[in-house]
């Protein structure tokens, strides 16, 4: 894994707590996915950038989503695709990873990431925005 791929799982890990980095990763990659099926063009791309090459992959190429999922229904996906998860700690896997997108995000992108979701993803981010 290159430098920049262990540290963005390291981030994970720390905001995750998790024992290990096959946790951290196994979180990331199964957010990273769902995420990719609610981005488009430009913003998938720009983030996809900005990702260490492993996980721009999987946002690129996401699991399909017939719609947008709110973020209640986005938390109970995450949990059905990691063994053993609960919607608890699927909300705690979910929050760990989009928190570190945000951050290698900035900002900007992470506004124009907002604006292709449904309402309520921003808290999903830990990034909560003025109403």
């Known amino acids: 894994m290159s430098p920049r791929g262990a540290a963005f799982l390291d981030d994970v890990r720390e905001r995750g707590a998790y024992d290990t980095t096959e946790e951290a990763e196994r979180a990331a990659r199964v957010v990273l996915a769902l995420l990719g099926a609610h981005l488009v063009g430009e913003v998938r791309a720009h983030l996809a950038a900005r990702l260490p090459e492993g996980f721009a992959l999987i946002l690129?190429?996401?699991?399909?989503?017939?719609?947008?999922?709110?973020?209640?229904?986005?938390?109970?996906?995450?949990?059905?695709?990691?063994e053993g998860a609960t919607e608890r700690t699927a909300a705690w896997d979910v929050s760990a990873v989009l928190s570190t997108v945000a951050?290698?995000?900035?900002?900007?992108?992470?506004?124009?990431?907002?604006?292709?979701?449904?309402v309520g993803y921003d808290l999903l981010f830990g990034r909560p925005q003025p109403i």
Request: no cysteine; aromatic share 6%; glycine share 6%.
């Open 103 to 118: 951050d290698v995000a900035g900002d900007d992108l992470l506004g124009q990431i907002l604006l292709q979701l449904p």
């Open 60 to 82: 690129l190429n996401p699991l399909q989503s017939v719609e947008p999922l709110s973020p209640e229904r986005f938390v109970r996906a995450t949990a059905a695709w990691i």
